[in-house]
T-cell receptor, first 113, second 117 residues
Framework: QQQVKQSPQSLIVQKGGISIINCAYE??????FPWYQQFPGKGPALLIA?????SEKKEGRFTISFNKSAKQFSLHIMDSQPGDSATYFC????????????FGAGTILRVKS | DAGVTQSPTHLIKTRGQHVTLRCSPI?????VSWYQQVLGQGPQFIFQ???????GRGNFPDRFSARQFPNYSSELNVNALLLGDSALYLC????????????????FGPGTRLTVL
């Protein structure tokens, strides 16, 4: 059962453009939504996370937008750079159940210079 | 500051063998979680341990087991290896029990690449 659906599967963006990755979840009990960045041969690195009591969170060039009624959240990467080329995963968890993160399938981002 | 460390980096085993993977969490972190990441997919939750006790288990067969030691390091054991166990095994550490409205950020190690032939 795929509880977090992520799209697109892959994305090509020009340098300086905006990269947008979307996720949808099914379980309304989820209350923590992080995004991870993973480079080949490395473990996922936490980028930014949001709780459902806010609709947007921004950290540098990375912004999460959250729509609780639609059960959707998205990652926006502004001024995308070649160094942002990586695989991005959205995830969700329920605070009540501790650390179990449910991940999306991932989006391979390539930023062309 | 040292992050999460895992050993070994790579491992090649044959079907039916047993494997032990090791993880050391970030200093001060008391919780360790294990994930399996098959190529081209997102990580799948296997176990969570806190203060040496199992606090969560994912949908994996009993061939998978784990434990946490008094120094908070952890081992993941897989018995009777199958070809389908080939994956990147990730360890994530976090502070521990959730307090109030705080959330436990999880920090991942580089993983152990297991290949089963």
């Amino acid at each position: 059962q795929q509880q977090v659906k992520q799209s697109p599967q892959s994305l090509i963006v020009q340098k300086g453009g905006i990269s947008i990755i979307n996720c949808a979840y099914e379980n309304t009990a989820f209350d923590y939504f992080p995004w991870y960045q993973q480079f080949p041969g490395k473990g996922p690195a936490l980028l930014i996370a949001i709780r459902p009591d806010v609709s947007e969170k921004k950290e540098g060039r990375f912004t999460i937008s959250f729509n609780k009624s639609a059960k959707q959240f998205s990652l926006h990467i502004m001024d995308s750079q070649p160094g942002d080329s990586a695989t991005y995963f959205c995830a969700a968890s329920k605070k009540k159940y501790g650390n179990k993160l449910v991940f999306g399938a991932g989006t391979i981002l390539r930023v062309k210079s | 500051d040292a992050g999460v460390t895992q050993s070994p980096t790579h491992l090649i085993k044959t079907r039916g063998q047993h494997v032990t993977l090791r993880c050391s969490p970030i200093s001060g972190h008391k919780s360790v979680s294990w994930y399996q990441q098959v190529l081209g997919q997102g990580p799948q939750f296997i176990f969570q341990y806190y203060e040496k006790e199992e606090r969560g288990r994912g949908n994996f067969p009993d061939r998978f087991s784990a434990r946490q030691f008094p120094n908070y390091s952890s081992e993941l054991n897989v018995n009777a290896l199958l070809l389908g166990d080939s994956a990147l095994y990730l360890c994530a550490s976090s502070l521990g029990e959730l307090q109030g409205s705080s959330y436990n950020e999880q920090f991942f190690g580089p993983g152990t690449r297991l290949t089963v032939l």
